[in-house]
């Protein structure tokens, strides 16, 4: 698919993003294809390729940005290799809630004035860490997000976190959709009923499913990953978007 380099300036600085669009001339409704905790790689290029082929503009953005650079990580080993399970954390654990959201400002406002992307209305996707990003950006701007994504999202309704995405349910106008991995203890039952709740509460139109497949099951450079769940995510996906991104 036809791939375009640029930056964003930000508030902190200049982020690096791809924007994959179909191959075909026109212009498309845009969505931001957040990664997983190991930041941007191939395989995240392939699969934001693959949502263009959609039909969509796919803003792929360098979430690590404000490190200045990084060695990319190997996510079959980094987990069981001390020195790059703490590299990987402190990268995780430097995007706050207000990063998140104040660079998505910057992303939208991009989008906004680009020939390929058509109508204000902008879909999120993320995995593992991305995901819980997704939900906190249709949070933070429902004038802009009308449908966000989660697959195997970590920390969606933690009671103990101020800034748990649960909290922002009555802010959301988006249609959601979350993708639970099984046996997931960044996500578990108490969390998966608690988010459940605030959403129905909040009268979020939503579907939180649990698949029968590992953390990290979407993304196929990960040990979990599982075929059959990943070709039902794109599935889940592309209902999602044709439903709420159309038009």
Known sequence: MPTSHATVQTEDGVCAVTLH????QGSWPAVIF????GGVREVFVAMADRLAGLGYAVLLPDVYYRAGGYA??????AFDDPAERERLFTLMQSLTAERVVSDANAFLAFLADRPEVSGDRVGTTGYCM???ISLIVAGN????????????GGFLAAADQPDSPHLLADRISANVLVAAAENDDSFPLDQQERLEQALTAAGVAHSIEVYPAGHGFA????PTYDTAAFERHWT???DLYAKSLAG
């Open 21 to 24: 669009t179909p191959a075909e």
């Open 34 to 37: 957040y990664p997983d905790a």
């Open 72 to 77: 990319p990580f190997d996510v079959a080993t």
């Open 130 to 132: 991305g995901g819980r």
């Open 141 to 152: 701007r429902p004038d802009r997000i009308a449908a966000a994504a989660s697959f195997h």
């Open 219 to 222: 993304v196929p450079d990960n």
């Open 236 to 238: 889940a996906l592309a």
